[in-house]
């Protein structure tokens, strides 16, 4: 459980040292939302593991930090959708609004499970798995997305 705490204080360092408008930092900003989502997914998965590590209460209190992180990249997608550089791979960029959504869809029927945490407990640790696995692959698209955008704005400066 340490190094969960450890990778979302992390993120969170990140985040704060990522300021600024650029399409880069809103795609370093994404990456960071699904480390701390995957994080707080990793707690719920770990938790339901052992049946009394983790009790209900908590449960969906991390559902609810993972349901806000999920806000924050949809909010940020939808600024980059207006203001999206016309040089980045279209298909990455598809991707990635497509991860986000299906982290969304995820999410909504995981709290919907939540309400009965011990009768939904296996379904809901596939779930916390599930979204572990696509916040990472998130993660990946989001930062070879700050790479495209942050070599081309370089070839700038």
Do not use: C, Y
Not at 59 to 83: C, F, P, W, Y
Not at 122 to 149: E, I, M
């Amino acid at each position: 459980m340490m190094t969960d705490k450890m990778i979302a204080a992390g993120a969170l360092l990140f985040l704060i040292g990522a300021v600024g408008a650029s399409a880069d930092t809103r795609f370093e900003e994404i990456a960071a939302k699904a480390r701390l989502a995957q994080a707080h997914a990793q707690e719920v998965e770990m938790g339901l593991k052992n049946k009394r590590a983790i009790e209900a209460a908590t449960i969906r209190n991390k559902l609810h930090a993972v349901g806000a992180e999920i806000k924050q990249m949809q909010s940020l997608v939808a600024d980059l959708e207006t203001k999206q550089p016309g040089n980045l791979p279209a298909a990455e960029w598809r991707l990635l609004k497509e991860k986000v959504q299906l982290l969304a869809i995820l999410h909504e029927r995981k709290a919907e499970l939540a309400m009965d945490v011990e009768g939904n407990r296996s379904l809901l640790r596939a779930h916390a798995k599930g979204t572990v696995l696509r916040a990472s692959k998130l993660q990946q698209t989001a930062t070879s997305l700050r790479q495209a955008s942050g070599s081309t704005s370089n070839a700038g400066s």
